[in-house]
């Protein structure tokens, strides 16, 4: 896939706060401009459920429009959402909580929602429809591309993956962003 090697400044910072953080579970750069891609297309408020050390919530900024769009973003490691926080602590657009996603719930709804705080059992429909506008996008990250339906992971059936596909609350695709991975993107009605 082609894309220019520079990466916009907001990423680079948040790339140097995981590395001193020691930290390596952040999305890939394919996703990041993917997040960001569709952030730009987002008014309201964003939302992120796992943030890490911030580098999902620096590409959703890098797309961002506007002075009236927020960014709110969970994650429940304190030091690592302390680190996250840093980063954007000059920033009255994007707010990082130390905290459990589920206190959000009451935030939205979203426009975007990039859903990512890797705890498969906590993340399915049922949990998320409300929290979503109507045509507000939730992205999951990180499944393995599988051509076969039922999806598969590890030989087994994916039911995570499975369920986003299937349900009637959302119109929903998954989508390569490399040879090696790939996401769902899933559209509230
Ligand atoms: C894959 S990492 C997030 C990476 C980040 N979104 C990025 O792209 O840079 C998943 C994070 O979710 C956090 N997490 C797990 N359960 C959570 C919860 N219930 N609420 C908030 N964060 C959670 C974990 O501590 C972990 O840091």
Known sequence: MSAPPDLPEIVTRAFDVSRQAGYVSFCRNETG???ATLAATREGTMAEFGTGCGVGTAWLRSGMRGPKTMILTAELNASLANAAAKIFEDDPQ?????????TLRDKGP???LFL??????QVGVDQISDLMEPGGVVVLDDFTP?????????????PLREQWLLDERFTAVEVLVAADTSVILATKR
Do not use: T
């Open 116 to 121: 990512d705080s890797g705890q498969p059992d």
């Open 110 to 112: 979203f426009s975007l």
């Open 146 to 158: 599988c051509e076969q339906w039922p999806p598969l992971s590890y030989g087994r059936v994916d």
């Open 33 to 35: 401009r993917l997040l």
């Open 94 to 102: 994007v707010d990082v909580r130390a905290a459990d996603w589920a």
